[in-house]
Structure formats: C-alpha cells, structure tokens
C-alpha cells in the first residue's frame, strides 16, 4: 500500500491511498494561508492601500530595466512584501498522481473540500465523490463565498509575472519566498466549476457502508468537528483502515466524536490536529468575551473575522448569552456574508447532525440554536453585503461578524479601513489558520486594538496521544511536523509519542507501507460446489479436492468446472504403530522399528522389505516380493482419506 501527500500543510489535507487495486483520495483542501501574500481588495479606492510604497530589491544581478519590471507587481509594509494582483491560490500537488486514474474521493469536512471544482473541472479527475449531506452543503457556501468575495472587486492587476523565477530569487525570505512550487498557484474557480463540481457528490450517512467497486468498503463515521464532518474507515477483508481527520471530542453542537469503529486498525492516517495546541478554545472563549465587553463599554465596535460557517454557530450561541448576562443586550450583533441567510437557516435543519442535545429541542419544538431566538428579537441581523439594508439599520457600538478571516477580501476589508485608526474598536482573530500579524500588516500603521483569541476544537497532542493508545492501530501515518524531533519536546503536549511503527508524511512525500495477509476471496460456482464431498480429516474438520478455472473481473474472483478435473488426492499420514498392528494381523511378526521420531524405518521379514515413514513421505525400499509390496501399498492406503 502507498500513501501519497498531496496537501502543502498538516491542517489542508490532500492524500492520495493505493489499497487493494483501488486509488482513493482522502480530502482535496486549499491553501488559502497563500492569500496573505497579497494586497487586500477594497470594495471602493483605498487611498491607503494605493500609497504603500512599491518593493524595492536589494541586490540586482539582471540591471535596471527588470528592476523597473518588478517594483509594480510587488508593495511593501512593515517589513512584508505583498503581490499587487488579483489573489490566487494554492492547490494540492498535481505532479504526483495522474488525477484521472483516482477512483474515488473521500470528503470529511466542508473545509477541506474546497478545492473540489479545480479536481473535477481542470485536473481530469473521473471517479465518484462522496460526502455528508451537510458537508456538501457548507463546502458549497464556503467556495461561493470566496469566489464572491473575490471576483466582486476587479484588482488593479491580474498579471503573474510575479511567479518568474528571475523575480522570485530577488523576494526577501517568507512565506512567498518558501512556496516555489508556484505550478500549485492557480486563479481562482468560478461558480459554475463550483455548481459542477458539488453536483457530483453522492451523499452518505454517518455508518452507511459505501462498496468501492467490490475492492473495499468505506464508512463515514463522526469527528465531532463541525456539521457533517466525518472520519473514515475502509476495509478489505484483511485490512482495516482508518483516515481520522480534523476531529474534536469538545461538547459542541455537532454529533460526538464515534471511536468505536475506529479501534485494532492496520493502519491509521492522521492529520487536521489542532493549529492552537497551547489555547483552550474555553479560556479562549472567555478571554475573548472580556474583551470584547470593554471594547463595547468604552464606545468602540468589535470586528471579528470568519467563516460563515462552524465555529461561529458556538461563538453567536456564547455571545448572546454573555451580552444578556453582561448587562449589553441592547448592543446590535451584524453577520454580513453572501451566504449569511443560508447559513444560519441551515444549521437549523439539519438537526441528526446535531449533539443529542440540541436535537431534543427538535421534538419540544424549539430551534436547536439560540441564533434563531437570536435573529427573531432582532438583536441578531444578518445581511448579504454591506449596502442597501444594513445602512437603514446599522448602530455604533456594534459587533460584527464577516468574512474573510485573512483579511485580503470580503467586507473585513472595509470595516478595517473604516475602524482602524480609532484605539476604541477592536478586531478578534479567532480561526488559527491565519497568522494574525501578517494578515494586519497592510493596514499598519493601526490605531484600533488586536487580539488573538484562537478557538480551534480540533485534537490537541495531549487528546491526540490518549487517543492513539484507546484507538491500538497496528501503524501510523501522520504529518511529519506532528512527530518528535530535535526541535520539539517530548512532552505530550507538543507533538504525537506513537507506540506502535509510523510513518512521516510532508508535502510531496510518498511512503509505502507492507501490509499483513494480502488473500482473496473466491467464490465458487454451482456446478463446482455441487461436485464437493468433504471428508473429516480431524474431529470438526473436512476437507475436500478442489479444481476449476478461475475468472477474475472487477476484484470478484469465481471458480468454474474445469473441462479435465483433476482425479482424487490422498490425504493424512500414516501411523507406525498402526502399520505394525496390520502387518501382525496379516501374520508377519518378524518386524523391527529403528530411527528417530523424524524419520523411522520399519524392517520386515529380516530385510526383505523396509518401509520409511516421515512427516511429509512413506516409501517402500528393497521389496522384491510384489506380493508383499501390494500388501504393504493397501495397508497405507487404507490409513489415508481420499479427497
């Protein structure tokens, strides 16, 4: 078996599995860390923006006319270098597997299918799809959220000069400087690649077993990360394997985390850990309220940038009651997102992917979600964009949330320009997968206040290392930056302490794993089970000769008659002692047993005839008498079944 690692991070999974004649695909996840590399899209003129001064090399080897060249692709703001174009992406690694020979794709979360549309519509991906209903329903939102954010405001430029190599020797070290593989970096999907794609998706539920082709079976079962998510399980009919996934074992609102199916597998593969193993999305939570209360008391308006779906179900549940609590329930709560109606909408349907306790609010009946109550008192407004209605009802001091969490598009952009450079607002990152500094650093200098409250449920090491030792697969498969090594600690906490044999994957790595009986099963044809007449060998056991052709076509193997079946075959091992009694019952006395319990000889008539019995053989020696050599053949014969 080989897994293939296709994704650039542990947390954006992409991994291609070769098992049992089948290509699988485990999760197709987009880098969108890549997009704090370039200038934000301002919804109108940003005279800010437009005045950063244009990046200038140090050291020029190729003279003047490619340092006029370049000064227009590239800005500069506190010590970061930032692409003045239109933002682009990066997909998982294209130059591994052929795309067109994966049989199937595996979803686990909405989040990490969102490079979906650049798998089916530009990589030739022809295989079936499969994920949750819900997962497909939010994965869909996400990517129309982006491509809305996106292409709604026209960059100034859309050139990608900026991926020369003669251009990208000349960038400072950083995060653009370390992504070379600038194939990977694609424009952005279209609606109507997300439209095709998601069209595709065969929905499952949690524990439907999925037949792949008759190679394997594949099972969904729940990760307790957000609506949907799932973890999965294939097998063969001597291989388990399990694929766990952005898991969480936090009280929140999806379903529990099911580990029961997951346990005594060949092999797991692992990624999706938590990218704030030091913050408990708890005292994270807490921290975050408090504030975010001061910031309100004080006058000032809270931003928080996100995603329009997941964690901020939790953070609007949390938010409601801690302003009725904190004595702020006049304080109006904003959730602007193209998709902010669906949304919200949504997540009340969907109530058998909720935790047991908001589906009892189902059958009282009651919204499994606060928000509902929320949005119905008016306190909670929720809007496509940031014209038209919102300007009749908006008021100062305000909570907001929006897109996008890396502050490079979407209606966040606005609201930084518009509240920076009052001390009295703030801004609250929440979604670890953005490096809040960098995604600050081309609204500098900032007069409003920053914080960065990480609220990833996702597994911690400590969670991740207490499961391994519940869950006793036989082998691991992980990140290599969740491993130990001389950079890290050996303490729980800081990386994954596998007990068992594992295996380091990083972007672009191939292993190959040996697995433990590789058998098929066949099936036999009427006509050939009808001709079978077991015999008992042992007490409890038959056994009976076999014979047919054998035709194999896709992974179903059937054994028909074959036109010269063989004739019957002997089985069993004949006892000495046994041929000494027959021999004494036929009147021959005059035997002698020499030799080891490997190998004895038995003389008889004072040489005339010598039998040698071992494990695996019994032979007659110098025996000239054939009627004596007849009587020693029937007496083995009769000592032995046929088959």
Known sequence: ???????????????????????????????????????????????????????????????????????????????????????????????????????????????????????????????????????????????????????????????????????????PDGVLKESTDFQTWRKLYSEEDIQKSVSRVHSVSYSQKIDLFGHLEATAVSSGFCLGSCNWLLETEQTKVIYISSSSTFTTHPCPMERSQLSSADLMITCGLTNAPSANPDSMLGELCGRLAVALRNGGNVLIPCYPTGVVYDLLECLKAFLDSAGLSHIPVYFISPVANSSLSHSNIYAEWLCESKQSKVFLPEHPFPH???????????????????????????????????????????????????????????????????ALAPYQPLHMKAFYFPIDPRLNFFVANKLLKELAPQCLVTAESYLPSSAHSQKENLCLQPEMPYYGLSHGKVVSIPLKGQFQRIQL?????????????????????????????????????????????????????????????????????????????????????????????????????????????DIILRQLIQL
């Open 1 to 171: 078996m080989e897994v293939y690692c296709l994704g650039h991070k542990a947390w954006q999974p992409c991994y291609v599995l070769k098992l049992n004649d089948t290509t699988v695909m485990l999760d197709c996840a987009l880098d969108l860390a890549g997009l704090l590399n370039f200038l934000p899209l301002p919804l109108v003129y940003s005279p800010k923006l437009s005045a950063l001064p244009h990046w200038k090399p140090k050291d020029l080897e190729d003279g003047q006319e490619l340092h006029e060249g370049i000064t227009r692709l590239f800005r500069e703001n506190v010590g970061h270098v930032f692409v003045d174009s239109c933002p682009l992406v990066r997909i998982p690694e294209t130059g591994l597997v052929d795309f067109s020979t994966v049989d199937v794709l595996l979803i686990s979360n909405c989040f990490s299918m969102l490079s979906l549309p650049f798998i089916t519509e530009k990589l030739g991906f022809r295989g079936k799809i499969y994920a949750t209903e819900p997962t497909a329903h939010f994965g869909r939102q996400l990517m129309e959220e982006l491509v809305h954010y996106i292409y709604r405001t026209p960059a100034n430029n859309s050139t990608e000069e900026w991926k020369n190599e003669e251009v990208w020797r000349l960038l």
């Open 372 to 438: 509902a109550e929320f949005v119905k008192s008016g306190r909670l407004k929720h809007f496509a964009n940031i014209h038209g209605e919102l300007g009749s009802v908006y008021q100062s001091p305000c909570v907001v949330f929006t897109g996008h969490p890396s502050l490079r598009c979407g209606d966040a952009v606005h609201f930084m320009e518009a509240w920076g450079s009052s001390p009295k607002n703030a801004v609250i990152f929440t979604e670890p997968d953005f490096e809040y500094l960098h």
């Open 525 to 633: 044809s009427p006509e050939v089970a009808g001709n079978l007449h077991p015999q008992e060998i042992y007490p409890g056991i038959s056994a009976a000769t076999i014979s047919g052709l054998l035709s194999s076509r896709n992974s179903k193997h059937i054994l028909h008659p074959h036109p010269l079946p063989l004739g019957n075959q002997l089985w069993g091992q004949p006892s000495v002692e046994s041929i000494v009694q027959a021999l004494h019952e036929h009147g021959i006395v005059d035997v002698v047993v020499e030799g080891s319990p490997e190998m004895r000889n038995i003389n008889i008539l004072t040489g005339k005839a010598t039998l040698q019995v071992s494990p695996n053989c019994t032979t007659i020696h110098d025996c000239h008498d054939e009627k004596l050599k007849g009587l020693l053949k």
